[in-house]
């Protein structure tokens, strides 16, 4: 599960990514366009950098071997949004963008042969080192979610925890891979950044809780260095764009769910917290199944 980082240069810079854009030479923020090429190095090269620093500060609260959806702490467990109990023995389980792969762990240890992949070989480290730790050995794959290396009609199930998409210029292009290597009636469920979310400050304070960027500006967002080279980008989708890019490569969409911020939760991640969870959500999670 991965997060956005707030505006290099805000006063509510979290100091957690003082390292990594020091390490990549991040100087400003701009909204413009960045295809495929740019936005994956960028992508790989920000994960390789923040990925101690990230396990460090969220390792505990993802787990070892767990599958959580989102910072409001909805789990597979209790969600069974992949099925029922039982349906993951034996299943065919793909995760994209899986970071140190602690879903893909929990998977396996339900019976599943899960397949996890993610572009960023630091986090693919981390998933190898744990995987010997715990004896939950998925199988790893370093990869762009836009061009899986899978054969096709391969899985019954693909799901992504905060993975790839936010990171992607298209999510047709995505959408339609994990078609691709779905078998017909395969679930297809992701999480991701609730798209209302990029209207506010990436502050879980009362700074945050003031619209700031128009909800239909899909312009993406890149931190750069002093040259203009990208060192992190993320891109927005309004829910409709979601909804359409999904019924576009052929899967239909079964339901979204939105985590109420749970009673007693105070863990600040990020922009989330109980301050901005109490008022409005901060996760959507979509399950839709190929057509047969």
Known sequence: MSETPPPA??????????????????????????????????????????????????????????????????????????????????????????????????????????????????????????ARRSGLTPALLQ???????????????????????????????VFAEVARVLRPGGSWVFSVTHPMRWIFPDDPGPTGLTAVQPYFDRTPYVEQDESGTATYVEYHRTFGDYVRALTSTGFRLLEVVEPEWPDGHTRVWGQWSPLRGKLFPGTAIFRAERAH
Request: with cysteine; glycine share 10%; proline share 4%.
């Open 143 to 173: 990869a762009n979610a836009e061009a899986l290396p899978l054969s096709g009609a391969t899985f019954d199930i693909a799901c992504s925890s905060f993975g790839a998409l936010l990171f992607v210029p298209s999510l047709e292009t």
């Open 9 to 130: 240069g805000s006063a509510a810079r979290d100091p957690r990514y003082a390292d990594t854009e020091r390490a990549l030479g991040t100087a400003r923020v701009a909204h413009r366009t960045v295809g495929s090429t740019e936005a994956e190095r960028a992508n790989l090269a920000w994960w390789d950098a923040d990925a101690d620093t990230y396990l460090d500060e969220h390792g505990d609260f993802l787990g070892e071997a767990d599958f959580v959806w989102c910072p409001e702490g909805l789990r597979e467990e209790q969600a069974r949004l992949l099925g029922p109990s039982g349906t993951l023995a034996g299943a065919d389980v793909l995760e994209i963008g899986c970071g140190s792969a602690p879903c893909a762990r929990w998977l396996t240890a339900q019976g599943a042969d899960a397949v996890a992949l993610d572009l960023s070989a630091g986090m693919l480290r981390h998933a190898r080192t744990a």
